[in-house]
């Protein structure tokens, strides 16, 4: 059982920068492939960042890609959201995601736990 907090949210100008963390519970967090999903009013959950167990690879959808960098602690049990040049599009909660990898690959789908969200509002 892994439970997530995420943390950093908050109201930004367009062009500005924020940096989302995610706190995770349990022993065993080096063993999960950690992402981040946003969902914007009216829409469905999408994917945004995924990383591996080690962190040696990672994954973006196309409209952060260049913009994102995701990250991890794992002597912190911790994972992190660089989001720099934020525009209105981006503006949604963003939830943390784990699941159980055999593999150090990064993964798109499948996460079996995930956090309550945070809100991220950049105003243009």
């Known amino acids: 059982q892994v439970q997530l907090v995420e943390s950093g949210g908050g109201l930004v100008q367009a062009g500005g920068s924020l940096r989302l963390s995610c706190a995770a519970s349990g022993r065993t967090f080096s063993l999960y492939n950690m992402g981040w999903f946003r969902q914007a009013p009216g829409k469905a959950r999408a994917f945004v960042a995924a990383?591996?167990?080690?962190?040696?690879?990672?994954s973006y959808a196309d409209s952060v890609k260049g913009r994102f960098t995701i990250s991890r602690d794992n002597a912190k049990n911790m994972v992190f959201l660089e989001m720099n040049s934020l525009n209105p599009e981006d503006t949604a909660v963003y939830y943390c995601a784990a699941v159980f990898a055999l593999g150090d690959v990064s993964t798109r789908g499948g996460y079996d736990y995930w956090g309550q969200g945070t809100q991220v509002t950049v105003s243009s």
């Open positions: 990383i591996s167990r080690s962190g040696g690879s990672t």
